[in-house]
């Protein structure tokens, strides 16, 4: 199983833009969705993730510190797709941004079982 995570790019600081999760073989409304980022020579860093209610409703949001405020994680379990909406952009939100499937509410990428191949984002003037 992989997730597919697009909509990466060059953003100027202050900048948005809007990232996609998707999966053709899970559902994810099921699973928790977790969002992390690897800026260059960096470990892997949690952002932000969205727990599952088991398809009821949409759960909890949850987000780092660096980003509360900016970053809005939602899902469309329609489309089978989890969003993390950008905004006010920094230089530091630079990196590589994976999307992440796991039974649990967790900052740890351990906890996360299935993973997208990761998109890049760069927020440069």
């Known amino acids: 199983v992989q997730l597919q995570a697009s909509g990466g790019g060059l953003v100027q600081p202050g900048g948005s833009l809007r990232l996609s999760c998707t999966a053709s073989q899970i559902t994810l409304e099921y699973y928790t969705i977790g969002w992390f980022r690897q800026a260059p020579g960096k470990e892997r860093d949690w952002v932000s993730c969205?727990?599952?209610?088991?398809?009821?409703?949409?759960?909890?949001?949850y987000y780092a510190d660096s980003v509360k405020g900016r970053f809005t994680i939602s899902r469309d379990s329609a489309k089978n797709t989890v969003y993390l909406q950008m905004n006010s952009l920094k230089p530091e939100d630079t990196g590589v941004y994976y999307c992440?499937?796991?039974?649990?509410?967790?900052?740890?990428?351990?906890?996360?079982?299935?993973w997208g191949q990761g998109t890049l984002v760069t927020v440069s003037s």
């Open positions: 969205i727990i599952s209610t088991g398809g009821s409703s949409d759960g909890s949001a």
């Open positions: 992440a499937a796991g039974a649990w509410q967790s900052s740890s990428a351990d906890e996360y079982d299935y």
